[in-house]
């Protein structure tokens, strides 16, 4: 009898490491699936930029949050160096005194998502960077006034 629980116990651990090996290659498929650190910024006229993300939970979030579909930002202009608008979400915030440049992007008081075509130094959380651009490309992608952005997973 001892040696047919011994057999059954070696059966059972053997099953449970495959149970964790496949739940393991799921999470990783999971990440993978859903663009690592990389969302696609979509400006209302069809303009598209990609972004890099930060490590943190906000960011985190943000890609969970997009797992589920796009999501689409209406944006009006602020101090003539950023558009703002609202997630209609939150997100953790994560923060600190940041000193922003042009295609950072930026979540404020955890609901708020800012992209910035100029430069600003204030108390908040930084989610990214626009890949490959600079203030003077950015702003007249983002035009004058107000904006309709779209983010997206991916490439």
Known sequence: MNRLHLVLLLLLSVFMTAV????RVSDNQMKA???NNTIRLTIKDGK???ATLADN????????????????????DY???EK???LGTSLPRNDRQT???????????????????????WNFTRIGKIDNTNGAQLKPAL????VTVTLSLGK
């Open 20 to 23: 964790q090996a496949q739940q």
């Open 33 to 35: 699936n859903m663009g």
């Open 48 to 50: 598209t930029f990609t």
């Open 57 to 76: 939970s906000s960011a985190d979030a943000l890609i969970e949050l997009l797992s589920k579909g796009d999501v689409t930002v209406e944006m009006e």
């Open 79 to 81: 101090g003539n160096m």
């Open 84 to 86: 703002v608008g609202p």
């Open 99 to 121: 000193s922003t440049g042009p295609g950072d992007i930026i979540l404020y008081q955890g609901k708020y998502l800012v992209i910035y075509y100029s430069t600003n130094s």
């Open 143 to 146: 035009g004058n006034g107000d």
